[in-house]
């Protein structure tokens, strides 16, 4: 069975070297083919990898063409290094430019040198990285480059347990050789001071220069001509590198004046609070691992964490003697839960701020995709509809919808069509057209598809004739729709084929539809009953239209001189019973055409609604609309009453309940425990208590992890690594502000996050962030280059937005409510507009807020979030990191509280518990779950959620523990919400507990702290063994202080 694995791309490898007797020396970054694995960023095209901006923002490994001259490259050079942004420059001939103290080699690649590196064993190689599809790659071949664990050899300036390449660039259990290859001559040409594309260094190069060179088989035209970059003498650094930057701090805890217990409610505090002085002990020099991850793109257009390595870093740390005073602190907050606010009211709807430079975003719409003055909608389920080649599917929910040569083609598939691979991941066929909606008019391939109105649930579909562009069927989309339908426009004669092949067309009559309706049913020959219905403009009758079934499709016999503008035709999959059809008829004649939000909160519950914009008329008033089973949780009794028991298959979330209604109506039961401190479904309403024993531990380890330099340790990492890095030590921050509650510590830690997160607000970070002009939203500026090159993991196109902000928001959130109870409590004021930014781009829940789509990600008809941007996929839209989508929700709440956001605040508790739904139906699977089928429940997580498969993976690797790792981290308050302490219990023991003792990796950290969710006694104590090895067990996005914080909390 093929799998779905983005890991099939080949990518590149990273090694660094840094000389023995001068840590600040230059580096060397040798990167050499592979196929899984390393610290640089995914780079499976060769054109672009950028080097640190602070030391100079030029690019390696870029042709460049149509420059006068050098001094376009040095023009270029300045402004970057002042600019501090990756951008691209052109030259047209070798030219070496000096500037300071980096020197800039230029080589012409021609097609006489340029040629592919070619591959002994090339079941990879001899694809072209920059076109290889995974889909049509199997999990063997993917795997057989590379060993289960990352294996690659390193070289004698690396620790042994390593993930950096050896410059052979060879593994040493791999299967593949390869080799740069020339015209003539099929040895490797020795390196000069200016190279081809294709040539890698020898060893005995400087090492003090950075290289890159082409790993493609197929060399484009577009890379055969032209200069390239290939060397750049600078201290350059790794792209990604989670590498903490040790500093000494004045103070820290002292723990031997802690003998209290600490008892804690998670939404208010009363309890000790500790102040600590200083003086200076001695100094120890210790050695620890510092972790390092490889990452990995994918066809699929998303990516995230990858595979752990350690590296050894030696720094400082200053033991010191404090002594404490004590104090009684209350910081218990009541808030006025009667006052009853609008949930989707604007977050604001001024321009984002400035320092986010306005940029164009260089991707490209499809031809014929317009959303006036609407900002673009990028993560919705239309996405294939507007991007690539338009040709694949748009999964409505029944039904799925997709462009033909002849029209818009309807697919519905049933659970008896699933299939399942040796892994039981979840299947559905693709490209069934069981019928296909056109005009006689149409010839092959002579309509467009046209897409407009773009809102968060729904879509505008035309298919216009390219003779007239006044003939036109319009298909408008809404997920969960009863019927497909189709509006002709203009002089059309509608024409229905299919592929499945037409059995029987019978016209049938019923007491249930308006005037104006015709009734069909059709049988195809898969046995398969679909219901036709054709609604006759009202200059029209029903006599005058006719159908049968001629040359194998449905012809419309129309009367002489009768419009057919106006007419309707509306198609369901006839239901299972017959005496369900009544609801179907007395639907008929009514659509939808969008579907608007509304909700309100008192603060205790919730209430929202799907409101349904409609067009015609039916003879109920109403029409059919399609629930999913995490809906029916949370529907009102109102609601309920429409229910008219039909059932219907969807792809991949079980089955579908109708309702012949224009609205569905939902209130949920907030949850205040989910809040700043440790909880879980487990821990219900109990106090935490923090023995004293706990609490010293708790200060010795956030003494040990604290000894660092926050801001430098981020400024040089991507925007989802900065996110993770800054919301470790936010963690750590509240930890001692409300449960050890040490002051001046707490100050101290408050000021080092301050100074980070000032760097995010001034734009100084490797990928500023920038206001895309052309879609709405705040975007990383590390891909602006290439769609292809996914430093920043796609975030430039609009994958991960949630993944990468949440953490942001989320440490936001902490620093201003630190900020609040121990300072000035102005930092709000300063840096609201700039953390509203991300919310209102991932967020945003208000059209009057035109420059930010409505609720970029969430979906609210599915419940959670979708990953993929701007990327076409044959299986839709998908999502594999369910706890960050959370996360996001989560950190979004708290910043609502910070800032006193009524609004902010209730919604994002109300997205929890629709996420807490959704995600235990469709991600995380008890043994009773009964919505998704035997063979997805065993694997106790979906892995990779598509709109079309499930595929338990992800995108870096096959190992068990990425695969319920991923949908773990990071382990919060709103984690007890959304893993139910059965789920976590049956996960543990089918798939975690027979793995755990053999994982030494951060990946062990996390699961070890998701068993606290169930078991926090043992998940403590593995934590607080004496031996503790933080370089094993924690990657450098989750602290041991959290850790202890959390499972001793729900203990």
């Known amino acids: 069975m093929l799998r779905q694995l983005s890991v099939l791309a080949l990518v590149f490898v990273a090694s660094a070297q840094v000389s023995a007797d001068d840590t600040e020396s230059s580096k060397t970054r040798t990167l050499l083919p592979t196929a899984f694995s390393g610290i640089d960023p995914i780079a499976y095209e060769t054109d672009i990898v950028y080097v640190n901006p602070e030391v100079t923002t030029f690019t390696v490994g870029e042709v460049y063409q149509n420059a006068a001259s050098s001094s376009v490259i040095s023009s270029a050079v300045s402004s970057l290094i002042s600019s501090s942004k990756p951008t691209r420059v052109s030259a047209t001939s070798v030219q070496v430019t000096s500037l300071g103290n980096s020197s800039i080699i230029l080589s012409l690649a021609d097609e006489s040198t340029a040629v592919p590196v070619v591959s002994e064993t090339s079941d990879i190689s001899q694809q072209p990285a920059a076109t290889t599809d995974a889909s049509d790659l199997s999990a063997t071949s993917a795997v057989s480059a590379v060993s289960e664990d990352s294996q690659f050899s390193a070289t004698s300036d690396v620790s042994e ?7 052979s660039g060879i593994s040493s259990t791999s299967s593949t050789s390869e080799v740069p290859y020339f015209p003539g001559n099929s040895s490797s040409v020795s390196a000069s ?14 090492t003090s220069t950075s290289v890159i060179y082409s790993t493609s088989s197929t060399i484009e035209p577009s890379i055969t001509k032209g200069t390239t970059v290939t060397t750049i003498e600078s201290k350059s650094q790794p792209l990604v590198t989670q590498s903490m930057v040790s500093s000494d701090q004045l103070v820290t805890i002292a723990t031997s004046t802690i003998s209290s217990d600490q008892t804690l409610s998670p939404t208010g505090i009363t309890g000790t609070t500790t102040t600590s002085q200083s003086t200076q002990l001695s100094t120890v020099t210790s050695t620890v691992l510092s972790s390092s991850y490889s990452m990995i793109s994918s066809s699929y257009g998303n990516t995230t964490v990858l595979s752990y390595s350690a590296v050894p870093v030696n720094y400082t740390t200053t033991q010191k003697i404090t002594s404490t005073s004590v104090a009684q602190v209350s910081t218990a907050v009541l808030t006025d839960s009667s006052t009853v606010v609008d949930l989707f009211a604007a977050v604001a709807t001024s321009e984002p701020l400035s320092v986010f430079e306005r940029v164009a975003n260089p991707l490209s719409l499809a031809a014929g995709v317009d959303n006036g003055a609407l900002p673009y909608q990028t993560n919705k389920f239309y996405g294939n509809l507007i991007v690539g080649s338009q040709l694949s599917s748009a999964f409505v929910y029944p039904y799925v ?24 991941s979840l299947i559905n066929p693709l490209n069934i057209a069981s019928l296909v909606v056109s005009s006689t008019e149409f010839q092959s391939d002579s309509m467009n598809l046209k897409v407009s109105e773009m809102y968060h649930g729904s879509c505008n579909v035309k298919m216009v004739s390219t003779q007239d562009a006044s003939n036109y069927i319009e298909t408008p989309l809404v997920q969960g729709m009863g019927f497909v339908t189709s509006v002709f426009n203009g002089d059309l004669t509608p024409f229905i084929t299919s592929g499945v092949g037409f059995s029987t067309l019978t016209q049938e009559s019923s007491d249930n539809l308006a005037d104006g309706i015709m009734k069909y049913r059709v049988t195809l020959f898969n046995n398969v009953d679909w219901l036709v219905y054709v609604i006759v403009p009202d200059s029209s009758s029903t006599d005058d239209v006719s159908l049968a079934i001629n040359n194998g499709n449905i012809v419309f016999s129309i009367a002489d001189g009768i419009p057919t503008d106006g007419l309707i035709v509306q198609i369901a999959e006839a239901p299972t019973e017959s005496n369900s059809e009544t609801y179907y008829d007395s639907a008929a004649g009514m659509y939808f055409t969008n579907m608007e939000l509304a909700g309100t909160s008192d603060g205790n519950t919730a209430s929202y609604k799907f409101v349904y914009d409609t067009e015609g008329k039916s003879a109920s008033g109403a029409s059919m609309i399609f629930a999913l089973p995490h809906h029916l949780k949370s529907l009102t009794a109102t609601t309920n009453a429409a229910n008219t028991g039909i059932r219907i298959d969807s792809t991949t979330k079980g089955k579908m309940s109708g309702f012949l209604t224009t609205s569905l109506e939902f209130q949920t039961q907030l949850n205040a425990n989910v809040n700043w401190l440790p909880w879980s479904e487990q821990k219900g309403d109990d106090a935490l208590v923090y023995t004293s024993a706990q609490l010293q531990l708790l200060a010795e380890v956030a003494n040990e992890e604290l000894q660092v330099n926050i801001k430098s340790s981020v400024e040089g990492l991507n925007t989802y690594y900065i996110g993770k890095v800054l919301d470790k030590y936010a963690f750590i921050l509240l930890t001692l502000s409300d449960i ?13 996050m301050k100074e980070a997160f000032a760097m995010l607000t001034a734009n100084q970070q490797l990928y500023p962030l920038d206001y895309d002009t052309t879609y709405g939203g705040i975007i990383s500026s590390g891909d602006l280059g290439s769609t292809a090159t996914q430093y920043d993991f796609g975030n430039t196109y609009y994958n991960d937005h949630h993944f990468h902000y949440g953490y942001i928001i989320h440490a936001a959130a902490v620093i201003a409510h630190v900020d609040q109870k121990y300072a000035a409590g102005d930092w709000v004021a300063t840096n609201k507009d700039w953390v509203s930014a991300l919310i209102r781009d991932v967020c945003n829940p208000s059209l009057d807020d035109s420059y930010f789509p409505q609720f970029r990600m969430f979906d609210w008809f599915h419940g959670h979030s979708w990953a993929a941007g701007l990327f076409e996929n044959g299986n839709g839209k998908n999502e594999e990191s369910s706890s960050e989508d959370y996360h996001f929700a989560y950190g979004m709440k708290l910043w609502g509280e910070v800032t006193e956001n009524d609004s902010m605040n209730r919604l994002g508790s109300l997205m929890l518990n629709v996420l807490r739904d959704s995600m235990q139906d469709y991600f995380y699977y008890e043994d009773s779950n009964t919505v998704e089928p035997g063979q997805t429940v065993s694997n106790k997580v979906s892995g990779i959620l598509f709109d079309n498969i499930i595929d338990y993976t992800t995108y870096f690797g096959v190992n068990t523990e990425y695969i319920h790792g991923i949908h773990m981290l990071p382990l919060t308050p709103a984690s007890g919400l959304i893993r139910s302490t059965k789920f976590v219990e049956q996960e543990w023991e089918q798939k975690l507990a027979p793995i755990i003792d053999d994982l030494q990796s951060g990946w062990a950290g996390i699961l070890r702290l998701n068993e606290a969710l169930y078991d926090p006694a043992t998940s403590y104590a593995f934590f607080a063994q004496d031996d503790f090895q933080t370089s094993l067990y924690l990657d450098n996005g989750m602290s041991r202080t959290w850790a202890l914080a959390f499972a001793g909390g729900l203990q």
């Open 161 to 167: 347990g390593s993930q950096f390449s050896s410059t």
């Open 401 to 424: 919808l997709f462009k033909t040569s002849q029209g818009i083609a309807i697919q519905h598939t049933s659970s008896s069509q699933y299939s399942f691979s040796d892994t039981n």
């Open 740 to 752: 050890v509650q040490d002051e001046t510590v707490t100050l101290q830690t408050l000021t080092l």
């Open 193 to 206: 001071s200016e190279i081809p594309v294709t040539e890698k260094y020898t060893e005995t190069k400087s």
